[in-house]
């Protein structure tokens, strides 16, 4: 992949479904890399939906950021404005999801998606951001420690019966 051919742009109306379809297959190649349950499915198949998308994409406090190759999706950024972080720290923008699709992984997108979000956050006076991450994703761990986010709290992420550890994480920039 050439850095040339890589876009980044909000999304419009006409993204939704790609922005679904990418989401599930980004979740379901990061959480469920050893098989599907009935937990999993239902999940991913009532969450990431066009619907749920579009609800998302009419909302004033939420922005999807998207990085394109060639005209097709690759990866987004969805920003949650005046989110409320369980680790009481004094700031109120989430990065609700980050999501490349995985043979994009590890050539800039992630990290060209957080530049575009913090110029995005900086335009409205923000300085800061938060997210949580499933303790168990080393990966997406080590790139956002290496991109100056910090450990400051932890969550958990209810599926089904289960309880999954997630550590909250925060930018200032």
Not at 5 to 16: C, G, H, K, W
Not at 37 to 51: I, S, W
Not at 133 to 145: D, E, K, L, T, W
Request: with cysteine; proline share 1%.
């Amino acid at each position: 992949m050439m850095q040339s051919a890589l876009q980044f742009r909000a999304a419009t109306s006409a993204d939704l479904s790609a922005i679904a379809a990418l989401s599930q297959l980004v979740w379901l190649h990061t959480y469920a890399p050893e098989g599907i349950n009935a937990d999993v499915a239902d999940y991913v198949l009532q969450e990431f939906t066009t619907a749920n998308t579009r609800q998302r994409f009419e909302d004033e406090n939420q922005r999807y950021l998207l990085a394109e190759s060639d005209g097709k999706l690759i990866g987004y950024l969805l920003l949650q404005l005046n989110a409320v972080c369980e680790a009481d720290v004094n700031c109120n923008a989430e990065i609700a999801r980050l999501y490349v699709i995985p043979q994009f992984a590890g050539k800039g997108v992630g990290r060209a998606l957080l530049s575009e979000a913090r110029d995005v956050l900086q335009s409205r006076g923000h300085h800061a951001l938060w997210l949580t991450v499933y303790a168990g994703n080393h990966a997406a761990i080590g790139f956002y420690q290496h991109c100056g986010f910090n450990h400051i709290g932890d969550t958990f992420f209810q599926l089904g019966e289960q309880q999954h550890a997630n550590l909250i994480l925060q930018w200032r920039f």
